[in-house]
Structure formats: C-alpha cells, structure tokens
C-alpha cells in the first residue's frame, strides 16, 4: 500500500478518534445524554447524520456493484429511496419529535411505544426490543463485511483482520462519546462521502471525454445495461420502488428525528438531508454504472463486482486522493455501524437491563451498561461476519425490510390514528417481523421463484402489518382519555412550533 494512502487512512481515524474523545468531554453523563445527546442536535448535524447512517457501505459498495452487474435496472431502488426518505421527514419527523417528548420524555422506540400505547404488561416493549436487537446485529454484521472486504481487496489484509479494525474503531468512538460521537462522527463522514461519490463519476466522465462516450462503450458491450426494464417485471420494480416504505421503521435513522434541537429545525434538515441524499445516490449509481465502461475499455481486472469503487480509487487517483477515496468507504461502514450499535445498545439497556433487570439502576450504571452493550453487540456482528460470501446488498434487504414491516406501519398509525390500540400495535409488530422472516426463509415457491425473489419482503409485510393494526384496534375498546389528550397535545404543538 502507498505512503500517500497510509497518511490519508491514518489522518481518518486519528479524526473519528479525536471526535469521540470531544464528545466523551462534552456529552452529559446520563443515559439521555449518551443515548440521544440531550435532543440538541442541529438541523444539519441531524440531515447529515441521519443520510450518513442511513446509506451505509451499501452506498458504495453494494448498490454500485449492481449498477455493474445489471445496468440501469437497479435505478428503482434509488427513485424508492429518496421518495421514502422526503416523505419520512414530512410525516414522520415533526410529529415524533414531539410525541417521544410528551410520552413522558421517552428515549428509546420501545420505550415510546410502551407510553405512547400505556402498555401495563410491557409486551410491546419486550417485542419491540427483541426485533431490534435481532435485527440490528444482522444489519450491523452487513457493515462489518464490507470493513472486511475493503481490507482484503484494498490492502491486501486478510478479511478477518479487516473486521476486527473496523469494529474495533468503531466500538471505540461510540463506547466513549455515545449519540454525540456518532452524531458528530456521522457529519463528517458524511461530507467525505458527498466529496468521494462525486469526484469518482466526474474523473471517468473526463477519461472518456463526455456521457455520450460512456454510454456508446456500454452500448456496445451490453445490450441491457442501458435499459431501465432489462430483466425485471412490474412486480420487480414494485420491489424496487417499495425500498422507500422501510425508511418509516429504520430505528437508527428516526431516532435523529428524536434528537433534534426543535420541530422549527426539521424543514431546513430536510432541505440540506434530500439535496445531500439526491446528489450521493446519483453519484453512486454514476460510479457503478460508469465503472463498468471504464473497466472494459482499460481492461482493469475486476474480482467481486462490490469492490468497484475500490477498484476505481486505486486506479484513477494519486495514493493521497485514493486513501481520502478509501476512507469514503470506511465513513460509509462506520458511519452506519456506530449508530445501529448504539440503537441497539440503547435497547439492551434501557428496554432490558433498566426495565426487568435493575429497575433502580443509578444513571452512571446505565451509562455503563450500555457501553458494555457496545462491546457485546460487536462482537456478535463480527462472528456473524466471518461468513466471508455475505452480500452486503442482500444483508442489508432483509434487514430494512425487518424494520420496515415490523415498525413502519406501527409508527404512521401511532403517529396519525388517535383510535390506535395497544393490541392493535403489538400485532402490528409482530405480523410484520414474521411475515418478513416468513417470506425470506419459508421453503415456498411461486413460479419456481421464492417468495423473495417473486416481491421483496417488506411489500407483503407492510400491507399485513398495516391491515393486522387497522382490524385488531377496531375489535378493541377505544383508547383512554389520557391517550387521546397526549395525542391532541402532540398535534397542537406540531401545529404551533412547525
């Protein structure tokens, strides 16, 4: 490996490091404070946190290693994508941030639930809690493989050894500095990526001398990667598009809604997260779809099709731009893993540990439970991603789709249906997790297709979901009087602080 690309590396984690080491001398010692940074944070800390955390290594590694494989075709994800996304911070955003506040301040998703609904049995918080713990680690191992692949691919380190640096900085700036760090850790990362995902399609675009040049070569060498219906159905694309109805139940993506500063920030968070999004989404696609030009015509040798952008910050740039290059990919892993670590964490701590293990626990033992937490959840995540043939894409499709079903539609309603129940939520929940894992691993067939491959997961498990609430909360007795105050109370102040 270059001298230019160790600095650049070095540079990145002496940074991520001095930033969690800030936050651990800045955030406040309680469990609110570590979880989910006193609700202070800025509208642009919250976009780009929120984008950063959300996209993943799946950024550049996996949705540009479709964009090579199979063309223009895999666009849908990227249209669900940021429509799900500006809807989410339209109907989702203002009012949750109010609603965890009025339900007495809660801090975690279960933890609002179980206020939220008045659940006296703590079925909810418990169900809850165990579909983020389950789903989360699987999400978080997603992260760690591509931590892996990028040290075997890139350095010439083995995979194992990649998991381990990755998760161990990781682990470290989010042990100490908690919802701060990975808040603060997230902007910046963030920045990188925005920097990184337009720099690479603008030097292939120079290289060749135009689009126009880009799309002649892959013309020529392909007949359907210029084509937006090329090996899809209707029902493919539906799936494609239906990648957008996740974002309503991503826990480490709403929970920066939680956190900010007031209802007033979230408008200019929306304006600053979309353009951010719309621009990387772009670029990622750029970077896959015009990588597959740019290796046919140099004749670059190309192994796992994820690795692309790796490939192309090798070749195109001077080791110092491909270490900043490679250190996009390290923000984009790290920058989701710290937060579905904490997310997690959090759940472990405040919807186990504090609610049927110590009840009385002092805010210092929480603070460290949850550090523990940290540790333990990362370890897991690495066992997990000792399967070195994971793909990062299909991980991380089971894994929104888990959260998209089980949450999305239990937090829409909630949020929006005064006559919601507490029945109607728990089945809600656990319809949609199981219709998920029952679509993924039931040995069903329709077409000779299983059933994921015949419509993604999250279709089914959202329109199950959303029916299981709407019918079981109607069976029920009407919610208390105190329910539909706090919820009258949620929507005036939305009304008078937007």
């Given at each position: 490996m270059e001298i230019g690309t160790i600095i650049s590396l070095t540079a990145y984690f002496l940074v991520m490091l001095g930033i969690g080491l800030y936050a651990f001398k800045n955030s406040t010692e309680d469990s609110s404070g570590y979880l989910l940074g006193g609700r202070q944070l800025g509208p642009a800390v919250t976009a780009l946190s929120a984008g950063a955390s959300d996209m993943s290594g799946w950024m550049v590694m996996g949705l540009p290693g479709a964009m090579y494989l199979s063309g223009l075709a895999n666009i849908w994800i990227g249209v669900g994508l940021v429509v799900g996304a500006y809807i989410n911070y339209l109907i989702v955003a203002p009012r949750l941030r109010a609603y965890t506040e009025i339900a007495k301040d809660s801090i975690t998703l279960p933890e609002f639930f179980e206020n939220r609904f008045e659940d006296k049995t703590r079925l909810l918080r418990i169900v809850s809690s165990i579909v983020i713990i389950v789903f989360f680690t699987v999400y978080t191992s997603s992260g760690v493989v591509g931590g892996g692949k990028l040290f075997e691919s890139s350095f010439g380190l083995s995979y194992e050894l990649g998991l381990y640096v990755t998760a161990g900085v990781v682990v470290t700036y989010t042990l100490f500095g908690?919802?701060?760090?990975?808040?603060?850790?997230?902007?910046?990362?963030?920045?990188?990526?925005?920097?990184?995902?337009?720099?690479?399609?603008?030097?292939?675009?120079?290289?060749?001398?135009?689009?126009?040049?880009?799309?002649?070569?892959?013309?020529?060498?392909?007949?359907?990667?210029?084509?937006?219906?090329?090996?899809?159905?209707?029902?493919?694309?539906?799936?494609?598009?239906?990648?957008?109805?996740?974002?309503?139940?991503?826990?480490?993506?709403?929970?920066?809604?939680?956190?900010?500063?007031?209802?007033?920030?979230?408008?200019?968070?929306?304006?600053?997260?979309?353009?951010?999004?719309?621009?990387?989404?772009?670029?990622?696609?750029?970077?896959g779809f015009f990588g597959f030009a740019y290796v046919a015509k140099h004749g670059t040798e190309m192994g796992d099709p994820e690795t692309i952008f790796i490939v192309l910050s090798q070749v195109l740039f001077h080791p110092l731009i491909a270490g900043f290059m490679l250190a996009a990919i390290l923000a984009a892993i790290m920058s989701t893993v710290s937060s579905q670590l904490l997310v997690t964490s959090s759940s472990l701590t405040e919807d186990v540990y504090k609610a049927f293990v110590n009840k009385e626990a002092s805010e210092k033992q929480l603070v460290l439970m949850g550090r523990i937490c940290v540790v333990l959840v990362a370890l897991l995540a690495i066992g997990m991603a000792y399967?070195?043939?994971?793909?990062?894409?299909?991980?991380?499709?089971?894994?929104?789709?888990?959260?998209?079903?089980?949450?999305?539609?239990?937090?829409?309603?909630?949020?929006?249906?005064?006559?919601?129940?507490?029945?109607?939520?728990?089945?809600?929940?656990?319809?949609?997790?199981?219709?998920?894992?029952?679509?993924?691993?039931?040995?069903?067939?329709?077409?000779?297709?299983?059933?994921?491959?015949?419509?993604?997961?999250?279709?089914?498990?959202?329109?199950?979901?959303?029916?299981?609430?709407v019918v079981v909360s109607l069976m029920g007795d009407e919610p208390s009087d105190e329910m539909k105050s706090m919820f009258e109370l949620m929507v005036k102040r939305v009304r008078e602080e937007s």
């Open positions: 908690g919802f701060l760090a990975v808040s603060m850790t997230d902007f910046v990362q963030g920045c990188i990526m925005f920097i990184a995902l337009v720099l690479v399609p603008f030097v292939i675009i120079f290289d060749f001398g135009g689009i126009s040049a880009i799309s002649e070569t892959i013309s020529g060498l392909s007949s359907t990667h210029m084509d937006l219906l090329a090996g899809t159905t209707a029902l493919g694309i539906i799936s494609s598009l239906a990648w957008g109805l996740g974002y309503f139940g991503q826990p480490h993506i709403i929970v920066r809604f939680m956190a900010i500063r007031s209802i007033k920030d979230i408008k200019t968070a929306r304006r600053i997260g979309m353009s951010w999004m719309i621009v990387a989404l772009a670029g990622a696609i750029a970077t399967d070195r043939d994971s793909s990062i894409l299909n991980i991380v499709s089971n894994a929104w789709a888990g959260f998209g079903a089980a949450f999305g539609p239990l937090i829409v309603f909630g949020l929006y249906w005064k006559r919601m129940t507490f029945a109607g939520a728990l089945s809600g929940i656990v319809v949609g997790a199981s219709t998920v894992l029952i679509w993924i691993y039931a040995p069903i067939t329709v077409g000779e297709q299983s059933l994921s491959n015949f419509i993604y997961e999250i279709v089914p498990g959202v329109a199950l979901s959303s029916i299981a609430i």
